[in-house]
């Protein structure tokens, strides 16, 4: 009875900010065409603003990936300018409009849901992208894709550590941090930036940076959404590693095997090479009907080497073992049997839970392969579900201090994930309950009993502590009461719930 207490309060300050949030756009909010008169009199020419409904907004307007819970936008504006992105932050404070940045279209948490008849802010005009060999930094544009980035620095003989997918935009995947391959060497993706032009929640300009604004520095390291809009950020950038080669091993274990790769697995925790990833995807197999495991190696080393460290496996017997001779930019394109991911498909509705795991516990392990292999048993609807599996060596991520950025989780295993990807928006309410499940088996052994999830693996339902960690949260807030007192920024898993109680 007395659990019940808050619970119901909590539903009486839902329904009184309803009734404010229809007050508020009955009484002021502009309707989608007064929206597009109001930009077209602020914006420089050159910018594109359209109703979503217009046929140019599908033509050229940068098309989500996940759309199980979209943002719901009325307005498309393509700013060409510093000054329009900047127009566009004080048009929405003012007038109460919600709006979003996009840059890659590849965010996916549930949270995005909650914004209504708003401004989708598309960056694709800031695409950008310099390399200065002799100062090793990089500069791109806000909306440039990893895989923009990372043909450009091969070819001038750099790396930066960045995630598995060629199309995420490189700074949506800073603002959270950013964690790939390369990150066992070089630390977070945040944790090479140099500077940001930033446009803040209060509409001003600023670049940020170790020595300007320090304080929105540490925030946009991790935590960036909740802040702003960045337009150009540079980053510190490294001379190859073995020359820009890599080794790529793809391997395939039936199911009765699970056990033994959680074994073997287990025994890199804590002393996994700098230049080693494990990366596996677990799904069902069509043809054999039951669950196995895909499992990819990365070495940036000596082929050799790499063949020595994942011998263990390779002595398991696993079927189709291919070895490739990737490159720094190529290794998503062969990994996982150079497998299209879903979840690169283009309004594809996709369901995610994840947890962070610091230990690797093989009997928690099996008993969520077990429960996966039943429940996909006849239900094709679920057999599209995957989990991904990514560890990488902590030595990169322990060489900045956790105080040094928002990103808080460097001492991380496995970054573990279930993808719910469904072709059908019908398949969504079935992989939503089947992803909470395997979330609540996947934490038992965790090596935590909090839930700690790496903000952009998350749902959307965790909340700050469990994304930012609670230690974080005191800072974090009191860089939104500076930089977004109005808290524009709160539809992607935000320190600070938006203000219409959403
Ligand atoms: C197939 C796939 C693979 C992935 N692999 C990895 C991985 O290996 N490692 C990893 O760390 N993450 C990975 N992710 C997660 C990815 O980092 C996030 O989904 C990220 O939010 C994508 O950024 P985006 O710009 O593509 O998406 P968007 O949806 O455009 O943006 C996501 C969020 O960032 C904000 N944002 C975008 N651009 C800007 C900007 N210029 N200024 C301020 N805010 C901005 C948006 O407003 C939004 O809140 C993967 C995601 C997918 C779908
Ligand atoms: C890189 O940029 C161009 C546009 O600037 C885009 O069309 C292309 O698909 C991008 N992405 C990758 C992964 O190459
Ligand atoms: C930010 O830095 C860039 C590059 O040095 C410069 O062109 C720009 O004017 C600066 N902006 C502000 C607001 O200081
Ligand atoms: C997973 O491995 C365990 C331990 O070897 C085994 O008992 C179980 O059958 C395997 N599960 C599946 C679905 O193959
Ligand atoms: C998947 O099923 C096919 C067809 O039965 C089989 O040849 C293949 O070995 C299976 N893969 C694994 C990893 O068991
Ligand atoms: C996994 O599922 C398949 C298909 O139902 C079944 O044949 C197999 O026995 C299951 N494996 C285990 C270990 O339960
Ligand atoms: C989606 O799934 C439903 C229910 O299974 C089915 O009726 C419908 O035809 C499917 N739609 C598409 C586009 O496949």
């Given at each position: 009875m ?38 077209q ?28 819970t ?51 802010l598309d ?6 992208i310099d ?60 944790d ?20 300007r ?70 799904r ?42 990737a490159?720094?930019d ?110 609540s ?11 700690e999830?790496y ?19 005191p ?9 977004d ?18």
């Open positions: 007395v659990a019940l207490k808050p619970i119901l309060l909590a539903g009486l300050v839902h329904l009184h900010l309803h009734a404010l949030r229809g007050l508020a756009w009955a009484s002021s909010s502009p309707t989608p065409q007064q929206i597009v008169r109001d930009l009199a602020r914006l420089s020419p050159g910018s594109e603003i359209v109703l979503t409904s217009d046929p140019g907004y599908a033509r050229d307007f940068t098309q989500r990936f996940a759309i199980a979209p943002p719901a936008y009325v307005v498309g504006v393509k700013p060409v300018a510093v000054s329009d992105v900047q127009a566009v932050v004080r048009y929405s404070a003012s007038k109460n409009v919600p709006f979003l940045a996009t840059g890659g279209g590849h965010g996916y948490t549930f949270s995005l849901g909650r914004l209504e008849s708003g401004i989708e960056m694709s005009n800031f695409h950008s390399i200065d060999p002799a100062a090793n930094t990089l500069t791109v544009g806000g909306a440039v894709q990893i895989g923009n980035v990372t043909a450009a620095l091969l070819a001038a003989g750099r790396e930066l550590p960045v995630g598995q997918c060629a199309t995420v935009g490189l700074t949506g995947l800073t603002m959270g941090g950013g964690v790939g391959p390369y990150g066992g060497i070089h630390g977070a993706a945040s090479s930036l140099l500077s940001a032009e930033f446009v803040t929640g209060t509409g001003d300009i600023l670049n940020v940076s170790a020595t604004h320090a304080d929105l520095f540490y925030g946009v390291k991790g935590a960036g959404f909740n802040y702003g809009v960045a337009t150009r950020l540079t980053y510190r950038v490294y001379p190859l590693t073995n020359n820009g080669d890599v080794m790529v091993v793809n391997t395939q274990f039936p199911g009765p095997l699970n056990g033994s790769v959680w074994e073997l697995a287990s025994r890199f925790v804590g002393r996994q090479p700098k230049e080693l990833t494990l990366d596996f995807s677990l069902w197999n069509a043809s054999s009907g039951g669950m196995v495991a895909w499992c990819s190696f990365y070495y940036v080393g000596p082929q050799a080497e790499g063949l020595r460290l994942i011998q263990p496996f390779l002595d398991l017997g696993p079927l189709n073992v291919e070895i490739h001779a490159r720094y190529s290794i998503s394109s062969v990994a996982l049997y150079s497998a299209e991911s879903v979840g690169t498909i283009r309004g594809i509705s996709f369901v995610p839970y994840s947890v962070n795991l610091y230990a690797i516990d093989p009997p928690s392990l099996i008993s969520l392969f077990n429960y996966m292999n039943a429940t996909m048993t006849g239900r094709p609807d679920l057999q599209t579900a995957t989990l991904a599996w990514a560890q990488f060596s902590t030595y990169g991520f322990q060489l900045f201090p956790v105080e040094s950025s928002a990103f808080p989780y460097r001492d991380v295993a496995v970054f573990f994930q279930y993808d719910g990807f469904g072709f059908n928006a019908s398949q969504i309410p079935a992989l939503d309950k089947f992803g909470k499940n395997v979330r088996l996947m934490r038992p052994g965790s090596g935590r009993t909090d839930l999830v903000v952009h693996f998350g749902h959307g339902d965790e909340g700050p502590a469990a994304w930012y960690s609670a230690a974080k949260l800072r974090l807030n009191a860089l939104k009461a500076v930089y007192p109005k808290n524009l920024f709160s539809y992607y898993n935000p320190v600070q719930r938006g203000r219409y109680g959403h």
